[in-house]
């Protein structure tokens, strides 16, 4: 699926993976194709930010030539769990086409200006791009960009949608990256004046736990102490 945005990010030295990110271990709910993150890499757009998920997400790589003058941040990552689905028919890993995790979902790109003499710029991601090792830039390219610029890149648009954005932390996510990319970093980690219910945001994972602690544990617990006080006063 094409977003016609290829050209403009690959300019920053980022390419959208023709995948979808599965998570079987970390997901939203019941849906392994939303993966939740709540380890995120050292930056201030994701300081003290709470559990966020991406529904559909797909995974980001450098490309395979290193654009000049780029620097590229990688600040959500999806779990070690985690793989780009490439066969979009059925849910299985398979060594030979998808990307094992960590899988790049989201980065925050600087592209500066060149000289003809300096042409150099920053890989990222734990994984690398299908296309091969990105390499150096080429010594004596042309300038590429008149003047400084920042851009994010996200694998899914989704998670910033009004069904998801009082969610968890998709919301706070996406008003630090305008904020960021606004230059306005003071505004950053500020939430607005909200009155919703304040809620207990849980991964899939935690969630089977509580309903097997809640539902199975406690009752099965109870049911054999009242058991054996009945035996003993028989």
Known sequence: MRTELEPVIREYGVVLDDDIVIDEA???WADVSAPAVSDYNRHQVTRDLPL????GVRSLSPTPER??????????????NSWGQTNRNRVEFNKDHDVPGPNTLMVLALRRPVTPDSATAISFGPQQSRSGVAKRGTKGAPAVVAGRSRI????????????????MGNGT???NTVNYLAAQ??????????????????????????????????????AVVGTAVWWRQR
Not at 67 to 80: E, F, R
Not at 186 to 210: A, E, F, S, W
């Open 185 to 222: 970093e003071n505004l950053i980690g500020i939430p607005p004046r909200t009155h919703d219910l304040p809620r207990v945001n849980l991964t899939n994972r935690q969630m089977k736990g509580t309903f097997f602690l809640s539902v199975v544990l406690i009752p099965a617990l109870l």
């Open 26 to 28: 970390s997901h939203f």
């Open 152 to 167: 994010a890149v996200v694998g899914d648009s989704d998670f910033a949608t009004n069904s998801f954005f009082h969610i």
């Open 52 to 55: 966020t998920f991406f529904p």
């Open 67 to 80: 654009v000049p003058g780029t620097s590229v941040t990688p600040i959500v990552n999806s779990s070690k």
């Open 173 to 175: 996510l996406f008003l």
